[in-house]
Nanobody, 114 residues
Framework: QVQLQESGPVLVKPSQSLSLTCTDS??????????WSWIRQPPGKGLEWMGA???????YYSPSLKSRTSIPRDTSKNQLTLQLSSVSPEATAVYYC??????WGQGTQVTVSS
Protein backbone atom coordinates (compact mmCIF):
# COMPACT_ATOMS: atom_id res chain seq x y z
CA GLN A 1 0.00 0.00 0.00
CA VAL A 2 1.36 3.38 -0.99
CA GLN A 3 1.50 5.85 1.87
CA LEU A 4 3.49 8.91 1.05
CA GLN A 5 4.69 11.22 3.77
CA GLU A 6 6.34 14.59 3.36
CA SER A 7 8.68 15.96 5.99
CA GLY A 8 10.85 18.97 6.49
CA PRO A 9 11.09 22.27 8.31
CA VAL A 10 7.92 24.02 9.34
CA LEU A 11 9.46 27.48 9.33
CA VAL A 12 12.09 28.83 6.98
CA LYS A 13 13.56 32.31 6.86
CA PRO A 14 13.47 34.31 3.64
CA SER A 15 16.46 33.79 1.33
CA GLN A 16 17.24 30.45 2.92
CA SER A 17 16.97 27.12 1.17
CA LEU A 18 14.21 24.64 1.75
CA SER A 19 14.68 20.90 1.63
CA LEU A 20 11.78 18.50 1.88
CA THR A 21 11.72 14.74 1.89
CA CYS A 22 9.09 12.31 0.74
CA THR A 23 9.02 8.72 1.92
CA ASP A 24 6.67 5.83 1.33
CA SER A 25 5.82 3.75 4.36
CA UNK A 26 4.61 1.07 2.01
CA UNK A 27 8.04 0.53 0.56
CA UNK A 28 11.09 2.21 -0.92
CA UNK A 29 10.76 5.05 -3.37
CA UNK A 30 12.30 3.80 -6.56
CA UNK A 31 12.45 6.68 -8.94
CA UNK A 32 12.94 4.61 -12.08
CA UNK A 33 9.66 2.77 -11.58
CA UNK A 34 7.29 5.72 -11.42
CA UNK A 35 7.04 9.42 -12.03
CA TRP A 36 7.40 11.41 -8.82
CA SER A 37 6.22 14.97 -8.46
CA TRP A 38 6.23 17.84 -6.04
CA ILE A 39 3.21 20.10 -5.89
CA ARG A 40 2.42 22.95 -3.55
CA GLN A 41 -0.62 24.94 -2.58
CA PRO A 42 -0.22 28.45 -1.16
CA PRO A 43 -2.90 29.58 1.25
CA GLY A 44 -6.06 30.53 -0.57
CA LYS A 45 -4.66 29.52 -3.94
CA GLY A 46 -4.73 26.53 -6.23
CA LEU A 47 -2.28 23.73 -6.68
CA GLU A 48 1.03 24.55 -8.31
CA TRP A 49 3.06 21.84 -9.97
CA MET A 50 6.71 22.42 -9.10
CA GLY A 51 8.51 19.65 -10.85
CA ALA A 52 8.93 15.94 -11.30
CA UNK A 53 11.43 13.22 -11.85
CA UNK A 54 10.51 10.79 -14.57
CA UNK A 55 11.20 7.07 -14.75
CA UNK A 56 14.19 7.88 -16.93
CA UNK A 57 15.70 9.84 -14.08
CA UNK A 58 15.33 13.09 -15.92
CA UNK A 59 13.90 15.96 -13.91
CA TYR A 60 11.39 18.49 -15.18
CA TYR A 61 10.56 21.79 -13.54
CA SER A 62 8.02 24.52 -13.68
CA PRO A 63 9.54 27.34 -15.76
CA SER A 64 8.86 29.82 -12.99
CA LEU A 65 10.79 27.73 -10.47
CA LYS A 66 13.37 26.01 -12.63
CA SER A 67 16.30 28.17 -11.59
CA ARG A 68 15.70 27.53 -7.90
CA THR A 69 14.33 24.00 -7.79
CA SER A 70 16.02 20.64 -7.75
CA ILE A 71 14.54 17.18 -7.52
CA PRO A 72 17.57 14.95 -7.48
CA ARG A 73 17.51 11.28 -8.19
CA ASP A 74 18.72 9.40 -5.16
CA THR A 75 18.72 5.66 -5.59
CA SER A 76 20.50 5.03 -2.33
CA LYS A 77 18.17 6.60 0.20
CA ASN A 78 14.88 5.37 -1.25
CA GLN A 79 13.33 8.77 -0.77
CA LEU A 80 12.38 11.75 -2.83
CA THR A 81 13.83 15.16 -2.13
CA LEU A 82 12.81 18.66 -3.07
CA GLN A 83 15.32 21.45 -2.83
CA LEU A 84 14.16 25.03 -3.25
CA SER A 85 16.64 27.83 -2.90
CA SER A 86 16.23 31.50 -2.02
CA VAL A 87 12.73 31.15 -0.69
CA SER A 88 10.49 34.14 -0.16
CA PRO A 89 7.26 34.47 1.83
CA GLU A 90 5.45 33.57 -1.39
CA ALA A 91 6.80 30.05 -0.92
CA THR A 92 4.57 29.62 2.10
CA ALA A 93 2.41 26.67 1.17
CA VAL A 94 1.45 23.10 1.81
CA TYR A 95 3.88 20.93 -0.09
CA TYR A 96 2.87 17.56 -1.50
CA CYS A 97 4.70 14.72 -3.11
CA UNK A 98 2.88 12.46 -5.50
CA UNK A 99 3.47 9.26 -7.42
CA UNK A 100 2.19 9.26 -10.95
CA UNK A 101 -0.14 12.06 -9.89
CA UNK A 102 -2.26 9.31 -8.42
CA UNK A 103 -0.95 8.74 -4.94
CA TRP A 104 -0.45 11.84 -2.83
CA GLY A 105 0.97 12.48 0.58
CA GLN A 106 -1.02 14.42 3.13
CA GLY A 107 1.20 17.43 2.66
CA THR A 108 3.47 19.39 4.92
CA GLN A 109 2.99 23.03 5.80
CA VAL A 110 5.96 25.29 5.25
CA THR A 111 5.94 28.91 6.31
CA VAL A 112 8.54 31.37 5.09
CA SER A 113 8.87 34.20 7.52
CA SER A 114 11.50 36.12 9.36
Amino acid sequence: QVQLQESGPVLVKPSQSLSLTCTDSGGPIITNYYCWSWIRQPPGKGLEWMGAIAKSGRSYYSPSLKSRTSIPRDTSKNQLTLQLSSVSPEATAVYYCARDQHYWGQGTQVTVSS
